[in-house]
């Protein structure tokens, strides 16, 4: 019998839970505009233009580190797991670094092939890899009784995890944690709001070249850790 949620199972298993997650940004964004520049002055002068061109943050992010605040600004016109089309945006890590890696991967892939002047080509990015940390009410969709509705997590009609995560952000849900569908198995979170994250002072940061093809995608960083995910399995 197929198993549908209930949002009574939110009183029973919400509770408040912290954990360390690893994250992926494209770190091209000095890059591409000082192509455009001939000077530091006209460097920071157009990236406060470019900064107020940005929609506003909301208000509860607007105390948090760019890349903890950064995700909530902006909106998608491609849905997720846990976002409608258009919604509002989500903060997505892993809880380890080759997870984080794969689920980065597999969203910058989709990208490249949706863009025709881009899927024949082969694509370099230079991403940071980094450290946060998310406290707050939490469900873990792979414990009791939402493990019993597995089928509606993972398969890709996202119908059941959208309505369950809008009717737990109505019941003061911050994040969720599960499981990745992608061949890593590990174990993802999706942060809600910016008040569940921080930074550490001295917060872990790597620097990983990335290399994108329709076949395959490369990630190394330098000579400590390297990564390949070949992509015919993954779903545009």
Same mark, same amino acid.
């Given at each position: 019998m197929k198993i549908v949620w209930q949002p009574r199972w939110f009183p029973l298993s919400m509770a408040q839970r912290a954990a360390t997650l690893w994250r992926g940004v494209e770190a091209q964004h000095l890059l591409a505009t000082m192509r455009l520049v001939d000077n530091l002055d006209e460097q920071q002068l157009l990236e406060s233009l470019l900064e107020t061109s940005k929609p506003n943050l909301p208000s509860?992010?607007?105390?948090?580190h760019y890349l903890l605040s950064?995700? #909530?600004r902006y909106s998608s016109s491609h849905a997720s797991r846990f976002r409608r089309q258009s919604a509002p945006g989500i903060w997505l890590g892993a809880e380890d670094?080759?997870?984080a890696c794969s689920e980065t991967a597999v969203w910058r892939w989709r990208f490249m092939m949706d863009s025709d002047g881009l899927k024949e080509q082969a694509l370099h990015v230079?991403?940071?890899?980094f450290q946060a940390n998310v406290t707050g009410k939490s469900i873990d969709l792979t414990t009791h009784p939402w493990s019993s509705a597995e089928?509606?997590?993972t398969n890709r009609n996202y119908a059941s995890s959208h309505a369950m995560a809008e009717e737990g952000r109505q019941q003061g849900l911050q994040w969720i944690r599960y499981r990745s569908t992608l061949g890593t198995k590990g174990m993802c979170a999706a942060v809600f709001t910016p008040q569940a994250l921080s930074l550490r002072s001295n917060f872990v940061q790597q620097t990983w070249a990335c290399k #994108?093809?329709?076949?395959h995608v490369f990630m190394q960083q330098g000579h400590n850790a390297a990564y390949q995910f070949d992509t015919q399995h993954?779903?545009?």
């Open positions: 509860a992010g607007r105390d948090k950064a995700p #909530f670094l080759h997870t230079q991403m940071t890899f089928e509606l997590w #994108f093809t329709a076949n993954w779903v545009r």
